[in-house]
């Protein structure tokens, strides 16, 4: 199924080497993905385009003004609305958002249509946030100066989980977080380099053997550097067992 984004920015032009290098790029040349920038500075009124103003009540920064924003939203959707509507996300980027994981990531690749939102400065109008109606999400606890980077992670993220985006189709199964854990170790050629050997099970051609060694090495690395992953996991296959009985 064929995915639209609609990216309203300040910056189109950030955008074109992601519409046309890599996964997403080979998706937007095979019409599985279509992209379609809108310059939000193409709905401001005045000489210099402004689509910011100074806060109330003061303090650093500027703030993006609701008109631009509400215009450019109605210009691409038809109308504004809260309410939801089948098939299509309407998502602002912003640190206060729903954290961005790949359970999301999934959920979004079942859409027909993806909305986003990218602020720049402080921020938004507070009744951009609320007016709109668009979900807000994050892609982690950090600041970044716009939201078209966030914006390209999140395309990026959902793209390569529609059917016939990735070479092998199964590739995007077997990654980290699918399953409740991180990838297991990959090695390739040669089977040495510099006195590191690739472990002898994954030479040995016996696929039950190196299925349990994945899952181990998996469980493993999972352990070490995201316990919290695995306690995740656990409530999950414990709150399944309750469910059975
Ligand atoms: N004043 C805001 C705050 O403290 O939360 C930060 C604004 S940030 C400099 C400008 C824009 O970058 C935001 O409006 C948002 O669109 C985007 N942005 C920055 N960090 C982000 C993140 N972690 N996730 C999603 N969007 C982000």
Same mark, same amino acid.
């Given at each position: ?118 602020? $720049?400065? #402080?921020?938004?109008?507070? +009744?951009?946030?609320?007016? %709109?109606?668009?979900?807000?999400? @994050?892609? *982690? =606890? ?64 016996? $696929?039950? #053997?190196?299925?349990?060694? +994945?899952?181990?090495?998996? %469980?493993?690395?999972?352990?070490? @550097?995201? *316990? =919290? ?17």
């Amino acid at each position: 199924m064929a995915v639209r984004f609609d990216i309203i920015t300040i910056f189109p032009g950030m955008f074109s080497s992601v519409v046309s290098e890599s996964i997403v790029g080979r998706a937007v040349k095979s019409g599985l993905v279509e992209i379609n920038r809108v310059d939000l500075r193409d709905f401001t009124e005045d000489k210099h385009r402004s689509v910011d103003d100074r806060p109330y009540g003061g303090g650093p920064g500027m703030v993006f003004k609701p008109e631009p924003v509400f215009d450019a939203v109605e210009n691409v959707l038809g109308e504004v609305g809260s309410s939801a509507e089948p098939g299509i996300r309407k998502i602002i980027l912003t640190p206060q958002g729903r954290r961005l994981d790949q359970p999301l990531m999934r959920e979004l690749s079942g859409e027909s249509r993806i909305v986003l939102l990218c602020g $720049h400065y #402080e921020g938004f109008d507070h +009744r951009i946030v609320e007016g %709109l109606g668009f979900e807000e999400v @994050s892609i *982690g =606890d950090y600041v970044l100066s716009g939201g078209e980077l966030p914006a390209m992670v999140l395309i990026d993220g959902v793209v390569r989980l529609l059917p016939g985006a990735l070479g092998h189709p199964e590739s995007s199964e077997q990654e980290s977080f699918e399953n409740g854990v991180l990838d297991f170790p990959q090695y390739t050629r040669p089977p040495e380099y510099r006195g590191m050997k690739v472990p002898e099970v994954l030479l040995s051609g016996n $696929h039950a #053997e190196i299925e349990q060694w +994945r899952h181990e090495r998996a %469980l493993e690395r999972t352990r070490a @550097s995201r *316990g =919290d992953l695995l306690e995740k996991l656990e409530l999950q296959e414990t709150g399944q067992e309750l469910d059975n009985t």
